[in-house]
């Protein structure tokens, strides 16, 4: 049966750095069993395209094509990381552009500090990051290949620096309206204390959810996702009424 247009929620997610991982692959899941509209973005891939004003506008459009495609009448932006500054980035010119109600989830998404910082990689050795995603149970035997270490450990560095921009960014973007953070205790890179300040950058509507796990969100996570979800729709569908 066809849904009547505008009833569907679009989620839109951005990765953490790196690649999707875990919490992209639980998420889109869930689309699917919510019977929600889905569409993977990507971050931005240089510093170039971010100031450009490039990325912004073409990943404004992609999501305009999936609203189209589904008939969505509310757009929820969530990204892991990285991927959630890249959610905060857009989510004035999405709700702008589109004219829908637009919310935000970010999970384990660091706020900027007063200078605009944030933990980052961007300088961080190959022995270093090895470290990091040893924490979040990266494959042991890759992280040994002194070759394929390389490889991920520099487009973590060059992704890391685009966050880095980012973080600038929004630092300097003034307050959000409304944000939901999803944050877990056991990530060691970005632990609760580094998502928790971002109560001071929200003007409005604020929920932060702390839970356990690592910095991705596996299936013994889906049952908080889920609810973390169903409070970002909620919150969406009161602004329509």
């Known amino acids: 049966m066809t849904k009547p247009a505008g009833t569907t929620d679009l989620i839109a997610s951005f990765p953490a750095a790196g690649s999707g991982g875990t919490t992209l692959e639980q998420l889109e899941k869930l689309a699917a ?3 929600m ?8 891939a240089s510093t170039d395209s971010l100031e450009s004003g490039e990325w912004q506008a073409e990943s404004i459009e992609e999501i ?18 990285m991927g959630g500054l890249s959610a905060v980035r857009l989510s004035e010119g999405v709700a702008s552009g589109l004219a829908l109600p637009v919310r935000v989830l970010g999970i384990n998404t660091p706020c900027p ?7 980052t990689m961007s300088q961080f050795s190959d022995a270093e990051v090895a470290e990091v995603l040893a ?13 394929m270490l390389a490889e991920i450990a520099d487009g973590l560095r060059k992704d890391a620096t685009v966050a880095d921009r980012l973080a600038e960014w929004v630092n300097s ?13 056991g990530d060691v890179f970005i632990p609760p204390e580094q998502c928790a300040p971002w109560r001071h950058r929200v003007s409005g509507e604020f929920q932060l959810t702390i839970t356990k796990g690592g910095h991705s969100l596996d299936e013994a996570l889906i049952g908080v996702l889920e609810r973390a979800i169903d409070s970002v729709r909620a919150s969406a569908r009161a602004e329509v009424a």
């Open 33 to 35: 069993r919510r019977g």
């Open 37 to 44: 509209a889905y569409v993977a973005m990507s971050n931005p």
């Open 64 to 81: 305009r094509r999936a609203v189209d495609q589904a008939s969505a009448g509310r757009v929820i932006l969530v990204g892991h990381c």
């Open 113 to 119: 500090d007063s200078t605009g910082r944030i933990p």
């Open 135 to 147: 924490h979040d149970g990266f494959p042991q035997d890759l992280l040994d290949d002194e070759d």
């Open 173 to 185: 973007a003034g307050d959000l309206e409304t944000l939901h953070v999803l944050s877990t205790r």
